[in-house]
C-alpha cells in the first residue's frame, strides 16, 4: 500500500461554491431592463400606470348617482354659491331635490353659515362650472382628480423615500385599489381635497431635507476652511422647499382648518432636522443654533405665507358683503373698542366669523348613526355609509335590490398597514430611520390631534388624510419582506412569493367591495356578505 500523500488538495481547502443569489424573477427583470432607455420606461412607466389605474376606478361612471350624497348636500350646494356670489348663501327647504332635478339656480343671497374655509368649495364649484352645475359628474369631478392626483403624488413620494421604483409604484397600486380612497374620490365633498394639499406639503418638507442640509453643510465647510470654527453654525434664510411647504399646508388648512395640525408638526418636524444635522457636523451648540437661530427663520418662512394663503382664499368674503356675519359689526353694535377700535371692521367682522366657527367644532356632539370614535379608525370598527337606496327588483333578477355607497377601506391593506405602522415605531425606536420618522410624523399630525375629540361627533372618513402614510408604513415593511437581490435564491424566492400572493389577495378583496364603493345594484343577500364585523352593518 502506498504511503505517498493525496496529490488532491484536501476538501478543507476547496473553496465553497457561491451560493445562487435572487431569483430566476429578478435574473428574469435584470435583462429586461439592459438598457438605459428600458429604466427609464420603467421609472416614468410604473407610476404613470399605477396612476391611470386609478383614473379608471374613480371616473367610470363618476356621475352615478344622480344624487346628492351624503354631505353634498353641503358642499356641492355651498361651492355653487360661492362660486357665483364669491360666499355660501341659503336654499330653499326643498332645495336638494330640486338640485337633483337640475333647478340649480334657486340659492338666495342671504349669507349662510359655513363651517368650514372656502378653499374646497372653489375648487369644486371649478367643476361644476366647466361640465354644468345640473350634472353630477361636475360636482365630483374636481375631488375624482384630487384622489388620482394623490395616487401619483404618493407613488412619487414612495420612489425617493425607498429609492426603489418597484415599492413606488406598489404604493401608489395599493391606494389606487384602495375603497376609501377611491370613495373619497367619487363624493363631492372637502376631505380628499385636504389630503392631497396635506400631501404636497408632505412632499415638500421631505425635499427640504436634502436641500437644507445639503447648504447647511457647505456653510460650514467653507467656514472651517476659512479658518473659523463655527460654534451655533448659519441660519439658512434660503429654504424654497419650505415656502412650498406653507403654502401646501395654509392650502390644506383653506379646505379644512385640520391642515393646521400639520403646519404645526411639520413645523416642530424642521426644527427637529435642523437640530440632528447640525450636531453631525459636530457643531457645540447645536441644539440652541437649531432652536435659537434657524428656528425663528423657519417660522418665518413657514407661518406668515401659509396665513396668507389662507386670507388669500377668503377673498369672495371680503369683497362682497352678503357673507355670513361680514357686517356684523356694522349692524349689531358689536364694534371693537379702546385699544382695539383702529381695527377695521372687515377685520373685525372675519375675526367674529373664525370665532363661531371655532365654537361651532369644539361643540359639535350631536349623535349620528356613522359617528366613529378615534380610537377606533386604525381598526376600521365603523365605517361611512354614504349612500343607500333600494332599486326595483328586477334589477338584481327579481330578489330585493340594493344600490351603497360605504366609505370603508379594503380591510386587508387597512389593517395590514395598522399593523405595519406599529412595527414601524418599534424600528424607529431600534433603528432611528429617518424615512420611518418622516412617515410616523405624517400619522402623528393626521391621527393624534383627533385623540382630544373623543367625545366629538367624527367620522372615519376623516382618515383619508392620513391614508397616504399609513400606504407608505405598509410599503416599507413590504420593502424589509422583499429584501434584495442579494438575498439567498431560496429565501428571495419565497419573499416574492409572500408579496405576490399578499398584492394578488388585496385586488380580490378589492374586487369583492368595488360593488358597495361605487354604488353598483347588488342583492340584498350578496350585500349582506361585505359586513365582515357587525358595526360595519
Same mark, same amino acid.
Given at each position: 500500500?502506498?504511503?505517498?500523500?493525496?496529490?488532491?488538495?484536501?476538501?478543507?481547502?476547496?473553496?465553497?461554491?457561491?451560493?445562487?443569489?435572487?431569483?430566476?424573477?429578478?435574473?428574469?427583470?435584470?435583462?429586461?431592463?439592459?438598457?438605459?432607455?428600458?429604466?427609464?420606461?420603467?421609472?416614468?412607466?410604473?407610476?404613470?400606470?399605477?396612476?391611470?389605474?386609478?383614473?379608471?376606478?374613480?371616473?367610470?361612471?363618476?356621475?352615478?348617482?344622480?344624487?346628492?350624497?351624503?354631505?353634498?348636500?353641503?358642499?356641492?350646494?355651498?361651492?355653487?354659491?360661492?362660486? @357665483?356670489?364669491?360666499?355660501?348663501?341659503?336654499?330653499?327647504?326643498?332645495? *336638494?331635490?330640486?338640485?337633483?332635478?337640475?333647478?340649480?339656480?334657486?340659492?338666495?343671497?342671504?349669507?349662510?353659515?359655513?363651517?368650514?374655509?372656502?378653499?374646497?368649495?372653489?375648487?369644486?364649484?371649478?367643476?361644476?362650472?366647466?361640465?354644468?352645475?345640473?350634472?353630477?359628474?361636475?360636482?365630483?369631478?374636481?375631488?375624482?382628480?384630487?384622489? $388620482?392626483?394623490?395616487?401619483?403624488?404618493?407613488?412619487?413620494?414612495?420612489?425617493?423615500?425607498?429609492?426603489?421604483?418597484?415599492?413606488?409604484?406598489?404604493?401608489?397600486?395599493?391606494?389606487?385599489?384602495?375603497?376609501?380612497?377611491?370613495?373619497?374620490?367619487?363624493?363631492?365633498?372637502?376631505?380628499?381635497? /385636504?389630503?392631497?394639499?396635506?400631501?404636497?406639503?408632505?412632499?415638500?418638507?421631505?425635499? *427640504?431635507?436634502?436641500?437644507?442640509?445639503?447648504?447647511?453643510?457647505?456653510?460650514?465647510?467653507?467656514?472651517?476652511?476659512?479658518?473659523?470654527? #463655527?460654534?451655533?453654525?448659519?441660519?439658512?434664510?434660503?429654504?424654497?422647499?419650505?415656502?412650498?411647504?406653507?403654502?401646501?399646508?395654509?392650502?390644506?388648512? /383653506?379646505?379644512?382648518? /385640520?391642515?393646521?395640525?400639520?403646519?404645526?408638526?411639520?413645523?416642530?418636524?424642521?426644527?427637529?432636522?435642523?437640530?440632528?444635522?447640525?450636531?453631525?457636523?459636530?457643531?457645540?451648540?447645536?441644539? /440652541?443654533?437649531?432652536?435659537?437661530?434657524?428656528?425663528?427663520?423657519?417660522?418665518?418662512?413657514?407661518?406668515?405665507?401659509?396665513?396668507?394663503?389662507?386670507?388669500?382664499?377668503?377673498?369672495?368674503?371680503?369683497?362682497?358683503?352678503?357673507?355670513?356675519?361680514?357686517?356684523?359689526?356694522?349692524?349689531?353694535?358689536?364694534?371693537?373698542?379702546?385699544?382695539?377700535?383702529?381695527?377695521?371692521?372687515?377685520?373685525? @367682522?372675519?375675526?367674529?366669523?373664525?370665532?363661531?366657527?371655532?365654537?361651532?367644532?369644539?361643540?359639535?356632539?350631536?349623535?349620528?348613526?356613522?359617528?366613529?370614535? #378615534?380610537?377606533?379608525?386604525?381598526?376600521?370598527?365603523?365605517?361611512?355609509?354614504?349612500?343607500?337606496?333600494?332599486?326595483?327588483?328586477?334589477?338584481?333578477?327579481?330578489?330585493?335590490?340594493?344600490?351603497?355607497?360605504?366609505?370603508?377601506? @379594503?380591510?386587508?391593506?387597512?389593517?395590514?398597514?395598522?399593523?405595519?405602522?406599529?412595527?414601524?415605531?418599534?424600528?424607529?425606536?431600534?433603528?432611528?430611520?429617518?424615512?420611518?420618522?418622516?412617515?410616523?410624523?405624517?400619522?402623528?399630525?393626521?391621527?393624534?390631534?383627533?385623540?382630544?375629540?373623543?367625545?366629538?361627533?367624527?367620522?372615519?372618513?376623516?382618515?383619508?388624510?392620513?391614508?397616504?402614510?399609513?400606504?407608505?408604513?405598509?410599503?416599507?415593511? $413590504?420593502?424589509?419582506?422583499?429584501?434584495?437581490?442579494?438575498?439567498?435564491?431560496?429565501?428571495?424566492?419565497?419573499?416574492?412569493?409572500?408579496?405576490?400572493?399578499?398584492?394578488?389577495?388585496?385586488?380580490?378583496?378589492?374586487?369583492?367591495?368595488? #360593488?358597495?364603493?361605487?354604488?353598483?345594484?347588488?342583492?340584498?343577500?350578496?350585500?349582506?356578505?361585505?359586513?365582515?364585523?357587525?358595526?360595519?352593518?
Amino acid at each position: 500500500m502506498s504511503t505517498e500523500e493525496p496529490t488532491t488538495a484536501p476538501l478543507a481547502d476547496v473553496p465553497p461554491a457561491p451560493v445562487p443569489t435572487g431569483s430566476r424573477l429578478d435574473d428574469w427583470w435584470l435583462r429586461l431592463m439592459a438598457t438605459p432607455a428600458r429604466e427609464r420606461a420603467w421609472r416614468w412607466g410604473g407610476p404613470i400606470a399605477v396612476t391611470l389605474l386609478a383614473a379608471v376606478l374613480r371616473l367610470v361612471n363618476l356621475g352615478h348617482p344622480h344624487s346628492l350624497v351624503f354631505d353634498e348636500t353641503f358642499y356641492v350646494k355651498d361651492a355653487w354659491t360661492t362660486w @357665483n356670489l364669491g360666499y355660501e348663501a341659503t336654499w330653499p327647504a326643498d332645495a *336638494d331635490t330640486r338640485f337633483n332635478a337640475g333647478e340649480t339656480d334657486i340659492f338666495q343671497t342671504m349669507g349662510s353659515f359655513a363651517v368650514h374655509p372656502p378653499l374646497g368649495k372653489w375648487i369644486i364649484g371649478l367643476g361644476m362650472e366647466l361640465f354644468g352645475p345640473g350634472d353630477s359628474t361636475g360636482w365630483r369631478i374636481s375631488v375624482a382628480v384630487a384622489g $388620482i392626483l394623490l395616487v401619483l403624488l404618493t407613488t412619487l413620494i414612495a420612489v425617493k423615500l425607498t429609492r426603489s421604483t418597484l415599492l413606488g409604484v406598489i404604493a401608489g397600486f395599493l391606494l389606487a385599489i384602495d375603497g376609501h380612497a377611491i370613495v373619497m374620490s367619487r363624493v363631492g365633498i372637502l376631505d380628499g381635497l /385636504s389630503s392631497l394639499f396635506l400631501l404636497l406639503g408632505f412632499g415638500a418638507v421631505l425635499l *427640504d431635507r436634502g436641500w437644507h442640509e445639503r447648504r447647511l453643510g457647505e456653510a460650514v465647510t467653507r467656514a472651517r476652511e476659512a479658518g473659523r470654527e #463655527p460654534t451655533w453654525g448659519p441660519a439658512v434664510w434660503w429654504r424654497p422647499w419650505v415656502l412650498a411647504a406653507a403654502v401646501a399646508f395654509g392650502a390644506a388648512s /383653506s379646505v379644512k382648518w /385640520s391642515g393646521l395640525y400639520f403646519l404645526a408638526a411639520f413645523g416642530v418636524y424642521l426644527v427637529v432636522v435642523d437640530a440632528l444635522a447640525r450636531r453631525r457636523l459636530g457643531l457645540p451648540f447645536w441644539f /440652541s443654533s437649531a432652536v435659537l437661530k434657524q428656528g425663528p427663520v423657519t417660522a418665518v418662512l413657514l407661518i406668515p405665507l401659509a396665513v396668507a394663503t389662507y386670507l388669500t382664499t377668503w377673498i369672495g368674503w371680503f369683497a362682497t358683503t352678503g357673507g355670513m356675519y361680514r357686517t356684523w359689526a356694522q349692524t349689531s353694535g358689536g364694534e371693537w373698542t379702546g385699544a382695539l377700535s383702529w381695527v377695521p371692521l372687515a377685520v373685525q @367682522n372675519f375675526w367674529h366669523l373664525e370665532v363661531a366657527i371655532y365654537q361651532y367644532h369644539v361643540g359639535e356632539n350631536s349623535p349620528h348613526p356613522y359617528q366613529a370614535n #378615534p380610537l377606533t379608525w386604525l381598526f376600521l370598527i365603523r365605517p361611512t355609509q354614504m349612500y343607500v337606496s333600494q332599486v326595483d327588483d328586477s334589477v338584481c333578477g327579481g330578489t330585493t335590490c340594493y344600490e351603497n355607497i360605504t366609505s370603508i377601506a @379594503n380591510p386587508i391593506i387597512w389593517w395590514c398597514a395598522t399593523a405595519a405602522l406599529f412595527y414601524l415605531v418599534y424600528r424607529l425606536v431600534r433603528r432611528r430611520e429617518w424615512q420611518v420618522g418622516l412617515v410616523l410624523m405624517g400619522m402623528v399630525a393626521g391621527y393624534l390631534p383627533w385623540l382630544m375629540y373623543t367625545g366629538r361627533t367624527v367620522f372615519q372618513f376623516y382618515t383619508i388624510a392620513f391614508e397616504p402614510y399609513m400606504i407608505l408604513g405598509l410599503t416599507m415593511v $413590504i420593502g424589509l419582506a422583499l429584501g434584495s437581490r442579494a438575498d439567498p435564491r431560496p429565501q428571495r424566492t419565497r419573499a416574492l412569493a409572500v408579496v405576490g400572493a399578499f398584492l394578488v389577495v388585496c385586488v380580490l378583496v378589492s374586487a369583492w367591495f368595488y #360593488p358597495v364603493w361605487v354604488g353598483m345594484p347588488v342583492p340584498a343577500w350578496f350585500l349582506s356578505l361585505h359586513y365582515w364585523l357587525p358595526s360595519w352593518r
